[in-house]
């Protein structure tokens, strides 16, 4: 561990020099690329150096152990050798973690994909249970929230509704909440008090920055429409709505928020870079590309993370067999001690793969 500290040490001094450097300031993907390295080596060496200065204090303590024969002396320096030794395990613990492989996206704001799927109605207005649960969230951690795009259904929920989240850990919290989200309760349709069972799918994209991904103008088929609302009546007397079509991979993004077509162009934009950023990293991974293709699925009842179920007031996530009779407080956005569990699992899950490898 303290030869590897040694390298972080070398490689932050190269980094520094690095973002000081004419030619990387100029070219901005390889600025953001050293930048978000020198991030890393500077949250590696936080634990680091303590961890080196705690095991250069244990070499000293043990030394003095050999020579001094008082038995006071000797006692003191027992218990700072058996101090020093469990911060050293700590800090061990603490560095491993920090050097399992990061997710490439730490770091970047998220596009949020909300879409009633079955159950009619019921599962529009459970989009926007989603919707309201996802932006409380937000607003606890601190994130910036842009509304995207939102398609409202005949009761007032959302048939689709979309949402960029601006945070530094936005995707790091977030990531997790990809994929067929169920809800058992009883419709406010349903005059005999039954209970229904419904779906809402949820994706999370990465939003890509422009050197991400270089998009050909001569790529793309622009159609404009009027936007329209719930019940398809017009909310538009101009042509402000925009769909693009990416030709080369069949993609296509709809906007219809803004009033203004040029606004509807470039978030609608925004969303096919993220898309084809996601495209891209699903192609270089083929473990990233079956936990995308399983985000969303069809959205059949049975391809579930998460239930939530109002009679029980339980939340429930298949994924790692959580259940929290907390339902109320999570809709209103507490979601911390469910994603905090994923989180948990997956470093489980890596340190085990990282302790069969070596």
């Known amino acids: 561990m303290l030869e590897k500290v040694a390298a972080f040490e070398e490689e932050l001094s190269e980094t520094e020099r690095q973002l000081s450097d004419p030619t990387v300031?100029?070219?901005?993907?390889?600025?953001?690329?050293?930048?978000?390295?020198f991030k890393e080596l500077s949250e590696v060496l936080a634990v680091g150096r303590p961890l080196r200065e705690a095991s250069e204090d244990l070499e000293a303590a043990q030394e003095l152990l050999e020579?001094?024969?008082?038995?006071?002396?000797?006692?003191?320096?027992?218990?700072?050798?058996?101090e020093l030794q469990t911060?050293?395990?700590?800090?061990?613990?603490?560095?491993?973690?920090?050097?399992?492989?990061?997710?490439p996206n730490d770091g970047r704001n998220v596009?949020?994909?909300?879409?009633?799927?079955?159950?009619?109605?019921?599962?529009?207005?459970?989009?926007?249970?989603?919707?309201?649960?996802?932006?409380?969230f937000a607003a606890n951690h601190g994130w910036k929230v842009e509304p995207m795009d939102a398609r409202e259904s005949d009761m007032g929920g959302f048939s689709e509704v979309t949402v960029l989240l601006t945070g530094a850990d936005a995707w790091t919290w977030m990531k997790y909440e990809g994929g067929v989200h169920r809800v058992q309760r009883v419709p406010v349709t349903e005059a005999q008090g039954r209970v229904h069972t419904s779906t809402?799918?949820?994706?999370?994209?990465?939003?890509?920055?422009?050197?991400?991904?270089?998009?050909?103008?001569?790529?793309?088929?622009?159609?404009?429409?009027?936007?329209?609302?719930?019940?398809?009546?017009?909310?538009?007397?101009?042509?402000?709505?925009?769909?693009?079509?990416?030709?080369?991979?069949?993609?296509?993004?709809?906007?219809?928020?803004?009033?203004?077509?040029?606004q509807n162009k470039v978030k609608?934009?925004?969303?096919?870079r993220s898309r084809l950023l996601q495209a891209?990293?699903?192609?270089?991974?083929?473990?990233?590309?079956?936990?995308?293709?399983?985000?969303?699925?069809?959205?059949?009842?049975?391809?579930?993370?998460?239930?939530?179920?109002?009679?029980?007031?339980?939340?429930?996530?298949?994924?790692?067999?959580?259940?929290?009779?907390?339902?109320?407080?999570?809709?209103?956005?507490?979601?911390?001690?469910?994603?905090?569990?994923?989180?948990?699992?997956e470093r489980t899950e890596q340190l085990a793969q990282a302790t069969s490898q070596s």
Request: no cysteine.
């Open 87 to 103: 911060s050293i395990e700590r800090l061990e613990a603490e560095l491993q973690a920090l050097l399992l492989p990061r997710d």
């Open 25 to 37: 300031i100029g070219d901005q993907a390889q600025l953001q690329k050293v930048g978000r390295r």
């Open 111 to 136: 596009i949020l994909e909300i879409r009633g799927a079955e159950g009619g109605e019921e599962a529009n207005l459970f989009a926007r249970d989603l919707h309201e649960m996802y932006l409380a």
């Open 200 to 262: 809402t799918t949820v994706s999370v994209l990465p939003e890509a920055e422009e050197v991400d991904v270089d998009i050909d103008e001569n790529d793309l088929q622009v159609d404009v429409y009027r936007a329209s609302g719930p019940g398809g009546q017009s909310v538009n007397t101009t042509d402000s709505a925009v769909r693009i079509t990416h030709k080369p991979t069949g993609l296509v993004v709809s906007m219809q928020d803004e009033k203004s077509q040029l």
């Open 280 to 345: 891209q990293q699903d192609k270089q991974q083929a473990e990233a590309s079956a936990a995308r293709k399983g985000q969303v699925g069809s959205g059949g009842r049975s391809e579930k993370i998460r239930t939530y179920n109002f009679k029980e007031n339980r939340i429930t996530d298949h994924r790692i067999g959580l259940t929290l009779h907390k339902l109320d407080r999570v809709l209103a956005g507490a979601l911390d001690e469910v994603i905090n569990e994923l989180l948990a699992n």
């Open 268 to 272: 609608a934009l925004r969303v096919l």
């Open 67 to 82: 020579i001094v024969e008082e038995d006071d002396d000797r006692q003191q320096l027992n218990d700072e050798v058996s």
